[in-house]
């Protein structure tokens, strides 16, 4: 079964608590992302990667941060310095390759986190 | 200043009509557009993109991309109760190597 899969679905977080959501890929595909969903908004991102053992910081990075060790995952650090990180959090996936037909993003279900 | 904008709606049609999304977008360096669909509470899942100028087909749903006036629209013909969900607009920049979203349409197709 191919895709994208983030954990867990549901996240409940207290004041001060760093919390690690999780996204892992068997698409074989070298670009991934993070972003970041409110209630009425689009998305924005987090934290992106080209390659392995590279990263760039996306437009919201204060308060996050990520790692990309393997190829296949791309987990996301909440820490305690985000001050309202309550949101729905979706993982993404790029096709790499020459053209523009090629950049087709996939996401995947996403976690939706709740600061207690 | 938002770099891709959407009227946010909501967007009500009835079973059976064509529904027009629009978006226009700041980056002229833009090279591909997407359009996603996203349904409450789940996931953004990609209907389509567009690189070059004019329309693109696919099934009911047709893309239009002008990049002189910077502007992407989506038309879904025969819309039915299952296409209601919010459409997200996403030019591709070939610089950033990212896509930038608009805030979404949201779309409700009345029975």
């Known amino acids: 079964d191919g895709g994208i899969t983030q954990s867990p679905k549901y996240l409940f977080r207290k004041e001060g608590q760093n919390v690690t959501l999780s996204c892992e890929q068997n698409?074989?595909?070298?670009?991934m992302y993070w972003y970041r969903q409110d209630p009425g908004q689009g998305l924005r991102l987090i934290y992106y990667s080209q390659i392995v053992n590279d990263f760039q910081k996306g437009d919201i990075a204060e308060g996050y941060s990520v790692s990309r060790e393997k190829k296949e995952s791309f987990p996301l650090t909440v820490t305690s310095a985000q001050k309202n990180p309550t949101a729905f959090y979706l993982c993404a996936t790029r096709t790499s390759g020459r053209g523009s037909s090629y950049n087709e993003q996939f996401f995947g279900p996403g976690t939706r986190l709740t600061v207690l | 200043q938002k770099e891709v904008e959407q009227n946010s709606g909501p967007l009500s049609v009835p079973e059976g009509a064509i529904a027009s999304l629009n978006c226009t977008y700041s980056?002229?360096?833009?090279?591909?557009f997407f359009w996603y669909r996203q349904y409450s509470g789940k996931s953004p899942e990609l209907i389509m993109f567009?690189?070059?100028?004019g329309d693109k087909e696919d099934g009911r749903f047709t893309a239009q991309l002008n990049k002189a006036s910077q502007y992407v629209s989506l038309l879904i013909r025969d819309s039915q109760p299952s296409d209601s969900a919010t459409y997200l607009c996403?030019?591709?920049?070939?610089?950033?190597?990212?896509?930038?979203f608009g805030s979404g349409t949201q779309l409700t197709v009345l029975p």
């Open positions: 567009i690189y070059s100028n």
């Open positions: 996403a030019p591709f920049s070939g610089s950033a190597r990212q896509l930038t």
């Open positions: 698409l074989n595909h070298d670009a």
């Open positions: 980056d002229r360096g833009s090279q591909s």
